[in-house]
């Protein structure tokens, strides 16, 4: 099992280097309530930026569970969008589909 604790490994992943865009996040986390929050995700060269974003405007919402398996590979938007999982419009699913893609993610402990 895998948990997504601190939102800022959104900014230390490496990303599609041809996806570029940003998209706004509502992430609800009942465990970790300091998870729960609006924010923004731009992605530029393969990188990403993570903010804390103040408007109504959602692009795409989910679980911090949903976010785990998103970040790790192990499902991709449209499956969870598919399952109830996934609240999102059809742009904003087809960007997380192409930055977060189903596949296998080899993560390191090193800092």
């Not at 570029?20 to 509502?26: N, R, S």
């Given at each position: 099992?895998?948990r997504?604790?601190?939102?800022?490994i959104?900014?230390?992943?490496?990303?599609?280097?041809?996806?570029?865009?940003?998209?706004?996040?509502?992430?609800?986390?009942?465990?970790?309530?300091?998870?729960?929050?609006?924010?923004?995700?731009?992605?530029?060269?393969?990188?990403?930026r993570?903010?804390?974003?103040?408007?109504?405007?959602?692009?795409?919402?989910?679980?911090?569970?949903?976010?785990?398996?998103l970040?790790f590979?192990?499902?991709?938007?449209?499956?969870?969008?598919?399952?109830?999982?996934?609240?999102?419009?059809?742009?904003?699913?087809?960007?997380?589909?192409k930055?977060?893609?189903?596949?296998?993610?080899?993560?390191?402990?090193?800092?």
């Amino acid at each position: 099992m895998t948990r997504v604790c601190n939102l800022r490994i959104l900014e230390q992943m490496t990303y599609p280097q041809l996806s570029e865009g940003q998209i706004c996040l509502q992430i609800h986390d009942d465990f970790l309530p300091e998870l729960t929050q609006l924010c923004v995700l731009s992605i530029t060269n393969g990188k990403g930026r993570f903010e804390p974003f103040h408007t109504t405007a959602l692009s795409a919402e989910l679980n911090c569970a949903e976010l785990a398996q998103l970040v790790f590979g192990f499902s991709c938007a449209e499956q969870l969008a598919s399952q109830g999982l996934l609240k999102a419009d059809n742009r904003s699913l087809a960007f997380l589909q192409k930055i977060l893609p189903l596949q296998q993610n080899f993560m390191s402990e090193e800092a």
